[in-house]
Nanobody, 124 residues
Framework: QVQLVESGGGLVQAGGSLRLSCAAS????????MGWFRQAPGKEREFVAV????????YYADSVKGRFTISRDNAKNTVYLQMNSLKPEDTAVYYC?????????????????WGQGTQVTVSS
């Protein structure tokens, strides 16, 4: 069984930064891609970013490109999301998830394991 625990969320002013972490336990995630999604109230869960197992390939949603950076430390079984220049529209619960195939990494259905989420609130 895989457990994913996100942390690092909080309240920040527009233009500020946060760094989210997602720690995996139960088994190593070093051979799998890891993704970040977010869900705002009343909206569907949406793709934010993904990183392949090696860290050599990343994809981002257009809405966060140039502001967010995904990275991973396989030795620590942890994936990160550095979020800069935050905007009020970035307010959401952020989830990390495991992608074992990397075939359609922007789609929620591809992901097998999900964390419980961490709240990010950006004030204007």
């Amino acid at each position: 069984q895989v457990q994913l625990v996100e942390s690092g969320g909080g309240l920040v002013q527009a233009g500020g930064s946060l760094r989210l972490s997602c720690a995996a336990s139960g088994r190593t995630m070093s051979t799998y891609a890891m993704g970040w999604f977010r869900q705002a109230p009343g909206k569907e869960r949406e793709f934010v970013a993904v990183i392949n197992w090696h860290g050599s390939t990343t994809y981002y949603a257009d809405s966060v490109k140039g502001r967010f950076t995904i990275s991973r430390d396989n030795a620590k079984n942890t994936v990160y999301l550095q979020m800069n220049s935050l905007k009020p529209e970035d307010t959401a619960v952020y989830y990390c998830a495991v992608d074992r195939t990397f075939l359609s990494p922007r789609q929620t259905y591809e992901y097998d394991y999900w964390g419980q989420g961490t709240q990010v609130t950006v004030s204007s």
